[in-house]
């Protein structure tokens, strides 16, 4: 029930900050976007939290990751945040946001290959599903409209990473029902990953949102990351909330 309260005041959060971003970057737009942030790390936690107890390693494992991973897309937010109010080391904050944020989904990958014991089939086959989004994209660019620069390759590993995520979500959820013979309660929640791997197309949407304005030129900029942050905090709470799958 907390998760459930945490997550609804994450999102009345979530739409005031829209609302102060689309008027512009500054501080006070920062700090609320941080906030949100802390929401959804909150959210998992006491998603966790209100696991019946004792917890088995499964659970123990898997939230661990989820709240790391989580962590570190609150850091890709500050990151993100910050390179907008100042013109100084703009391209390090950047990358700092790409790195955090692909260590978050790395996290995720690896919580989700640690609990679910996919076999080494699986595992390549989730990798190679996820290199054909961020492939098609950096290989297409000049036909997209989208030029990375000097980012392309650290764009590439990104989307990647966040790809890896989604596929090995549904990879997870599929092997899952496997295993339990159609039945969540003889076996791992197959719940779980799949939310997760939903979280990673919510990520990807909002991705391609914001690759088209800061590599396309994107002119309605307001309504843009109005759209991106809808996504993306959606993304980030369905994680979140995933947690819940593991009671």
Not at 19 to 37: I, P, Y
Not at 70 to 96: I, P, Q, R
């Amino acid at each position: 029930m907390f998760a459930a309260i945490t997550a609804g005041c994450g999102a009345l959060l979530v739409v005031v900050n829209i609302f102060f971003r689309v008027r512009g970057a500054d501080f006070k737009a920062l700090m609320l976007k941080t906030c949100c942030g802390a929401m959804f790390v909150i959210t998992a936690a006491a998603a966790v939290l209100s696991l019946p107890a004792p917890l088995g390693a499964f659970e123990l494992s898997l939230g661990i990751w989820v709240l790391l991973g989580l962590f570190f897309g609150l850091l890709g937010d500050v990151w993100l945040g910050v390179k907008e109010l100042t013109a100084d080391y703009y391209d390090s904050y950047f990358k700092a946001g790409f790195a955090s944020f692909g260590l978050g989904h790395l996290c995720f990958v690896i919580g989700m290959l640690l609990a679910f014991r996919l076999e080494w089939p699986e595992i390549v086959a989730s990798a190679a599903f996820a290199a054909i989004i961020p492939a098609a994209i950096i290989g297409g660019a000049a036909r997209l409209g989208l030029d990375f620069g000097g980012l392309k390759w650290v764009a590439a590993s990104y989307g990647f990473l966040l790809c890896w995520t989604t596929s090995t979500g549904f990879t997870a959820a599929f092997s899952s029902v496997q295993s339990a013979g159609l039945d969540p309660s003889a076996g791992q929640p197959f719940f779980l990953p799949l939310l997760i791997a939903v979280g990673g197309v919510l990520f990807l949407i909002s991705d391609l949102v914001l690759a088209a304005i800061y590599f396309g030129g994107l002119k309605e900029r307001n309504l843009a990351h109005a759209a991106c942050y809808v996504f993306y905090y959606g993304a980030q709470f369905t994680i979140a909330l995933s947690l819940l799958a593991l009671a």
